[in-house]
């Protein structure tokens, strides 16, 4: 197996990949999977996502939230921060987070103290937390001139984040049936081909029982139709969010 190196994706004309653009490769050369990812990806509403997320789960006591394929931690940390900027101590119901990520490095790298950031993560989390970034990540006095930023990360995020290494092909069986909530997103491509993929679909369904969601990426419907696949299957997308259905 072949790693490239961790890098910015700076040659990028959409300045979406922030945070880790890894490729991995088998020894033929051939891409078995990429760990690219952002802090709060643009391809998620995340302002909706949140208002979503509070009126389906607002009976619920406990919120189960797994987030597979995780790369690096900066989707679940987006969620994270997410979370407690706009319900404060009501978020408490939906922690901790299940992350994982079939990748060891990438887990070992989200377990870590250190995220490395361009200047769009700053800015896009300064967005999402009123500009209050420095609660949440400690940043150099001056980043004027870096090309990535190695920020501290708040501990605070480990203990809402449970991070495990996981093939989701077998880890669905720990999904919980009730009030789940599970983000697998931008990772669909890599599965084998589309038996594989409804393969998953029907597993993963088969945990859900009652008020679940999935949350899916852009890239899963780029390539590969995982919206006909996810409806096929029997969920529905949700109102006015796109890569989000439902079921239950
Ligand atoms: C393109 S990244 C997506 C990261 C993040 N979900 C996002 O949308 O920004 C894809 C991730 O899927 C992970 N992955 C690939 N196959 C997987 C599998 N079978 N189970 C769990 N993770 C997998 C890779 O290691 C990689 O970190």
């Not at 789940?180 to 029982?209: E, G, H, Q, V």
């Not at 009652?210 to 919206?227: E, L, P, T, Y």
């Amino acid at each position: 197996m072949k790693i490239n190196s961790i890098t910015n994706n700076k040659n990028c004309i959409n300045p979406a990949f922030g945070t880790t653009n890894r490729a991995v490769q088998n020894k033929a050369g051939n891409l078995i999977y990429r760990n690219t990812t952002t802090f709060f990806r643009s391809d998620l509403d995340w302002d909706k996502l949140c208002y979503y997320i509070r009126d389906k789960y607002k009976n619920a006591d406990k919120v189960n939230l797994f987030c597979q394929a995780c790369s690096d931690g900066s989707e679940p940390m987006s969620i994270a921060i997410l979370l407690k900027e706009k319900f404060g101590c009501g978020a408490r119901k939906f922690f901790p987070i299940i992350a994982k990520d079939v990748d060891s490095l990438m887990i070992k790298r989200a377990k870590s103290e250190f995220v490395e950031m361009d200047h769009f993560d700053i800015r896009v989390i300064n967005k999402f937390t009123d500009n209050k970034i420095k609660y949440y990540f400690g940043l150099p006095r001056n980043v004027i001139g870096f090309r990535l930023v190695p920020a501290t990360i708040n501990p605070w995020f480990h203990k809402k984040i449970k991070y495990s290494v996981a093939d989701i092909k077998e880890d669905y069986k720990n999904i919980k049936p009730d009030n789940t909530i599970l983000f697998c997103r931008n990772f669909w491509p890599y599965l084998l081909d589309d038996a594989a993929r409804i393969d998953l679909i029907n597993n993963i369904k088969s945990k859900f029982n009652k008020n679940c969601a999935i949350v899916i990426g852009s890239f899963d419907n780029q390539d590969i139709s995982m919206h006909n696949m996810l409806l096929d299957a029997g969920f529905k997308e949700a109102e006015y969010l796109t890569n989000v259905y439902e079921i239950g």
